[in-house]
């Protein structure tokens, strides 16, 4: 079965600073791991996702993550944050064929 | 569509009543999954069609929560005889064939029982 843990139900950094939510996940099959992003009383939008080939991914808005199979990780980063980041971050996990599992979620604070 | 509708986008109902929540995927969006969203508890599965094939009902919380999908399209999400544990956003997303290809999302309906 497949799961996800995010580190911290809430972050909090100042602009312009590192943006680093954790997630690890666990799954008896090769992965398909996402994020996504639900901005206040908005749907979920996905960020990027990893399915197979470059571990690290490239997704909308300056975000980027790195799969790392032998940490089970799949952490999100974004090297200078934006007032606009602030929202709720999902960590998501499939074997591809079937449904995506999410984490509980984090919620990025960006302070001034 | 362009999107994926859900409707209504709130909804109020008294303990015990029955709800009916309808999404409208994507056109051509071959799999439709219904999610359930509470506070601090992030986004929990609740059931999955997938084409033609039996849907996966695997995370439906009790029997009072039913759902069905008329024509490969449009779903409804019946709740029965609803409870106060089931005021949440519930949430329907769409995909072009398996999850690998990722979700596109509606923007919920939030329910409230009172």
């Known amino acids: 079965a497949q799961s996800v843990t995010q580190l911290g139900s809430h972050v909090s950094v100042s602009e312009g600073a590192l943006v680093l939510l954790r997630c690890n996940y666990s799954s008896s099959v090769p992965p398909y791991l996402f994020w996504y992003v639900q901005y206040p009383n908005q749907g979920l939008q996905l960020l990027l996702k990893y399915t197979t080939g470059a571990t690290l991914v490239k997704g909308i808005n300056g975000f980027e993550a790195e799969f790392k199979k032998s940490e089970t990780s799949f952490h999100l980063t974004k090297p200078s944050a934006h007032m606009s980041d602030a929202a709720e971050y999902f960590c998501?996990?499939?074997?591809?064929?079937?449904?995506?599992?999410f984490g509980k979620g984090t919620r990025l604070h960006i302070l001034p | 569509g362009a999107g994926v509708s859900q409707s209504p986008s709130n909804k109020v109902t008294e303990k015990g009543k029955d709800v009916e929540l309808r999404c409208d995927p994507i056109s051509g969006h071959t799999a439709l999954y219904w999610y359930r969203q509470s506070l601090g508890q992030g986004l929990e599965f609740l059931i999955y069609?997938?084409?033609?094939?039996?849907?996966?009902k695997s995370g439906l919380p009790s029997d009072r929560f039913s759902a069905e999908r008329t024509g490969g399209s449009v779903s409804t999400l019946t709740i029965q005889r609803t409870q106060q544990e089931d005021s949440a956003v519930y949430l329907c997303?769409?995909?072009?064939?398996?999850?690998?290809?990722?979700?596109?999302f509606g923007s919920g309906t939030r329910l409230t029982v009172v």
């Open positions: 997303a769409s995909s072009a064939g398996t999850a690998n290809y990722g979700y596109t």
């Open positions: 998501a996990v499939s074997k591809g064929s079937d449904k995506i599992i």
């Open positions: 069609f997938q084409g033609n094939s039996a849907p996966d």
